[in-house]
Nanobody, 117 residues
Framework: QVQLVESGGGLVQAGGSLRLSCSAS????????MGWYRQPTGNPRDLVAT???????QYADSVKGRFTISREATRNTVSLQMNNLKPEDTDVYYC???????????WGRGTQVTVSS
């Protein structure tokens, strides 16, 4: 059974930094993608950043230049360094994992990020 456990998040002032981490168990080998989404209240989850097992990273336009995603493939962990945070980054952030060629996506329980102005 795949489990994603997030850590990090919290409250920070605008311009500050936070780091999110996610560790996956029961999810190893093969081509995979891990990353982060966030979900505004009442809306679908939006991509923040993802990275494949081969190192290809994608970012939402709104976070480019401020957020950096990294991955330790051997430990099945993915981290998101968030710098220069803005109030509009306030959201619940969800860890995401998916195997290539599979339609099944796995999600963490979410971690709250709050940026005060």
């Amino acid at each position: 059974q795949v489990q994603l456990v997030e850590s990090g998040g919290g409250l920070v002032q605008a311009g500050g930094s936070l780091r999110l981490s996610c560790s996956a168990s029961g999810f190893n080998s093969g081509q995979t993608t891990m990353g982060w989404y966030r979900q505004p209240t009442g809306n679908p989850r939006d991509l923040v950043a993802t990275v494949t097992s081969s190192g290809y990273a994608q970012y939402a336009d709104s976070v480019k230049g401020r957020f950096t995603i990294s991955r330790e493939a051997t430990r099945n962990t993915v981290s998101l360094q968030m710098n220069n945070l803005k109030p509009e980054d306030t959201d619940v952030y969800y860890c995401y994992a998916k195997r290539a060629f599979s339609s099944t996506a796995y999600w963490g329980r979410g971690t709250q990020v709050t940026v005060s102005s």
